[in-house]
């Protein structure tokens, strides 16, 4: 059974670089495509975007050029790195995963990060 | 970007009555490739989103035949044959025809 985790810090500083670590369980991370998606407190999802180890990747255009993403098979991980965060970040980060990027059968629990000084 | 319209925002439903959301995109979904990538997601209070159906009608192994999709275009419909209280909750479809993914603003399903 393939389980998610995210990690990272719950605060974060505006203009800061928001950091996350999804670690993967009870399967390689090659093979699959892995996304992060957020939720802003009491609102809905909004996708953030997807890697996959083979150096595929998208990522939405409204977070710019703002969004890194990459994969670590060694450590069974995969990160996201936000730059200039503000308040408008603050979210529950989610990471999922799946044989497709659409296809979204894997759900880490999510992490809340707050943007505040 | 591809807008997701979901109809009704709210849906108070009684127990073993039947539920029915609508979802319509601002563009069709039909992919260059034939197929049609729209999802449908659950998420119970305080928990991540669930895949319930993929690919208009597909559902996920382990999702209850009382889920079911279906549409085609622009236009979609989840229907919950009789709703349990397992089923309370934000339903969200999602196009992945188009970058970026996008979602529907979301239906809350509560019991009457």
């Known amino acids: 059974q393939v389980q998610l985790q995210e990690s990272g810090p719950g605060l974060v500083k505006p203009s800061e670089t928001l950091s996350l670590t999804c670690t993967v369980s009870g399967d390689s991370v090659s093979g699959y495509h892995w996304s992060w998606i957020r939720q802003p407190p009491g609102k809905g999802l909004e996708w953030i975007g997807y890697?996959?180890?083979?150096?595929?990747?998208n990522s939405n255009p409204s977070l710019k050029s703002r969004v890194t993403m990459s994969v670590d098979t060694s450590n069974h991980q995969f990160s996201l790195r936000l730059s200039s965060v503000t308040a408008a970040d603050t979210a529950i980060y989610y990471c999922?995963?799946?044989?497709?990027?659409?296809?979204?059968?894997?759900w880490g629990r999510g992490t809340l990060v707050t943007v505040s000084s | 970007d591809v807008v997701m319209t979901q109809t009704p925002l709210s849906s108070p439903v009684t127990l073993g009555q039947p539920a029915s959301i609508s979802c319509r995109s601002s563009q069709s979904l039909v992919h260059s490739d034939g197929n049609t990538y729209l999802s449908w997601l659950q998420q119970r209070p305080g928990q991540p989103p669930r895949l319930l159906i993929y690919?208009?009608?597909n559902r996920l192994s382990g999702v209850p035949d009382r889920f079911s999709g279906s549409g085609a275009g622009t236009d979609f419909t989840l229907k919950i044959s009789r709703v349990e209280a397992e089923d309370v909750g934000i339903y969200y479809c999602m196009q992945a025809t188009q970058f970026p993914r996008t979602f529907g603003q979301g239906t809350r399903v509560d019991i009457k």
């Open positions: 690919q208009i009608s």
């Open positions: 890697i996959h180890n083979s150096g595929s990747t």
């Open positions: 999922a995963g799946g044989i497709w990027d659409w296809y979204l059968e894997l």
